[in-house]
């Protein structure tokens, strides 16, 4: 079996943020490693864990989900970011592109598309 992906959650709404970290621990190939509220918080986190990927709250207080991943791939260039938003732009769309992110996904997506989407990204 591959190991499971090591992911970060950067997620304002601690609710929904609980809720991903409750259904991910339901599944094996998602691990969990560490979650924050803020895009401010995501950079030291990551350099200190480096994650497959970080999923990325695209409206936060502080830094947005562009500016964040901007600042976590610094920490942590090798980290994947996937955006997650409640409703997307294609401006903000391309923003977190530009910034460096692979993929782009809305909060009320299947969450096994979710998951696919996830592990895309870490390239399993």
Same mark, same amino acid.
């Given at each position: ?13 601690d ?15 998602i691990?969990?490693? @560490? +979650? =924050? ?7 030291a986190?990551? $350099? #200190?864990?480096?994650?497959? *990927?970080?999923l990325?709250d ?5 830094l ?9 791939l610094a ?5 994947n970011?996937?955006?997650?938003s @409640? +409703? =997307? ?9 530009? $910034? #460096?992110?692979v993929?782009c *996904? ?13 592990c895309?990204?870490?390239?399993r």
């Amino acid at each position: 079996m591959t190991a499971p992906v090591r992911v970060v959650l950067v997620e304002d709404n601690d609710t929904f943020r609980q809720t991903l970290e409750l259904l991910f621990d339901l599944r094996e190939e998602i691990d969990v490693i @560490a +979650s =924050v509220a803020t895009g401010d918080e995501a950079p030291a986190v990551c $350099a #200190g864990l480096a994650p497959d *990927v970080v999923l990325m709250d695209y409206r936060m207080p502080g830094l947005n989900g562009a500016e964040a991943t901007r600042a976590v791939l610094a920490a942590c260039p090798t980290a994947n970011i996937v955006c997650l938003s @409640a +409703s =997307v732009t294609a401006q903000e769309v391309e923003e977190v592109k530009a $910034a #460096g992110a692979v993929a782009c *996904v809305t909060k009320d997506q299947d969450f096994d598309r979710l998951i696919a989407t996830v592990c895309e990204a870490a390239d399993r």
